[in-house]
């Protein structure tokens, strides 16, 4: 379908890779400053407001842009046939990195209630979710590297 970027293909890898990185860096970060966030800032603080300013900028500098760069670069791969529909490795690796992205929506709606001040849960939920984007990321990247079905 892309035949024409068929020569940029480890360049396209290269950059989905540093997206990667760079999108599980801030998901395994910004669980982490709920937590502290949750326990330790009560709403309308100087230091509520200063974890607001650090997830808002977390999500909107690097999280977000990172998992866009990741998927174009993804689809691209896609599209240039990386994705082998019959093996399970492929499905297993598509359904965690959705799975992700769903997260990544499910961490930017908590940031939401945080700004509201509406926000429910305790650290030890933002701690048990700091384990998701882990358990995921083995998943992507066994499916990946090992294929192991």
Same mark, same amino acid.
């Given at each position: %379908?892309?035949?024409?970027?068929? =020569?940029?293909?480890?360049?396209?890898?290269?950059?989905? +890779? %540093?997206?990667?990185?760079?999108? %599980?860096?801030? /998901?395994?970060?910004? #669980?982490?400053?709920?937590?502290?966030? =949750?326990?330790? =800032?009560? *709403?309308?603080?100087?230091?509520?407001?200063?974890?607001?300013? @650090?997830?808002?900028?977390?999500?909107?500098?690097? +999280?977000? #842009?990172? /998992?866009? $760069?990741?998927?174009?670069?993804?689809? +691209?791969?896609?599209? %240039?046939?990386?994705?082998?529909?019959?093996?399970? !490795?492929? !499905?297993?690796?598509?359904? =965690?990195?959705?799975? @992700?992205?769903?997260?990544?929506?499910?961490? &930017?709606?908590?940031?939401?209630?945080? $700004?509201?001040? *509406?926000?429910?849960? &305790?650290?030890?939920?933002?701690?048990?979710?700091?384990?998701? #984007?882990? *358990?995921? @990321?083995?998943? +992507?990247? $066994?499916? *990946? $590297?090992?294929?192991?079905?």
């Amino acid at each position: %379908m892309l035949d024409f970027l068929s =020569a940029y293909y480890d360049w396209i890898k290269a950059i989905h +890779i %540093m997206a990667v990185i760079s999108w %599980m860096a801030g /998901m395994f970060y910004l #669980p982490r400053l709920f937590v502290y966030h =949750a326990e330790r =800032a009560e *709403v309308g603080s100087d230091l509520d407001q200063t974890f607001q300013i @650090m997830e808002e900028k977390l999500l909107r500098v690097i +999280i977000n #842009p990172a /998992m866009i $760069v990741t998927w174009v670069a993804g689809l +691209i791969m896609l599209s %240039m046939g990386a994705f082998d529909w019959g093996s399970v !490795w492929s !499905w297993s690796k598509i359904i =965690a990195v959705l799975l @992700m992205s769903g997260f990544h929506g499910w961490l &930017s709606k908590r940031r939401k209630e945080f $700004v509201a001040g *509406v926000n429910t849960r &305790s650290g030890r939920v933002y701690r048990l979710a700091n384990e998701v #984007p882990t *358990v995921l @990321m083995v998943i +992507i990247v $066994v499916s *990946v $590297v090992v294929r192991p079905f």
